[in-house]
């Protein structure tokens, strides 16, 4: 379990680097929205999902940031294939 905020990583144990680049993707989400941008459409979509799934756990594993992050984090060089805003092609795929 780890945070990302404003790009700057917050866990308790160390992150192996699988988690390092679910981070990362983050990072690079929140950069392309200006962080604040970020952080307010992931708390609407939440509470949309919430809405949506009835369950604060699917909610969480079906934003668009998160799905994104999950799909690419075993790819270590994803980033350098990653376009801009492609988190957007995951929020109307439906996860679990
Ligand atoms: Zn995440």
């Known amino acids: 379990?780890?945070?990302?905020?404003?790009g700057f990583v917050l866990s308790r144990?160390?992150?192996?680097?699988t988690e390092?680049?679910?981070?990362y993707i983050h990072s690079l989400q929140q950069r392309e929205l200006l962080?604040?941008?970020f952080y307010?459409?992931?708390?609407?979509?939440?509470?949309?999902?919430?809405f949506l799934?009835?369950?604060?756990q699917k909610a969480y594993l079906n934003l668009s940031f998160e799905r994104e992050a999950y799909a690419h984090q075993s790819d270590l060089l994803y980033h350098e294939s990653r376009r801009?805003?492609?988190w957007l092609s995951y929020l109307y795929k439906p996860n679990n």
Do not use: D, V
């Not at 144990?13 to 680097?17: G, K, V, W």
């Not at 307010?40 to 919430?50: Q, S």
């Open 13 to 17: 144990y160390e992150l192996n680097a």
């Open 1 to 6: 379990m780890a945070i990302n905020l404003f």
């Open 35 to 37: 962080w604040i941008f």
């Open 40 to 50: 307010l459409f992931y708390g609407l979509e939440w509470l949309a999902k919430l």
């Open 84 to 86: 801009w805003y492609s």
């Open 20 to 23: 390092t680049n679910h981070e």
């Open 53 to 56: 799934y009835r369950s604060p």
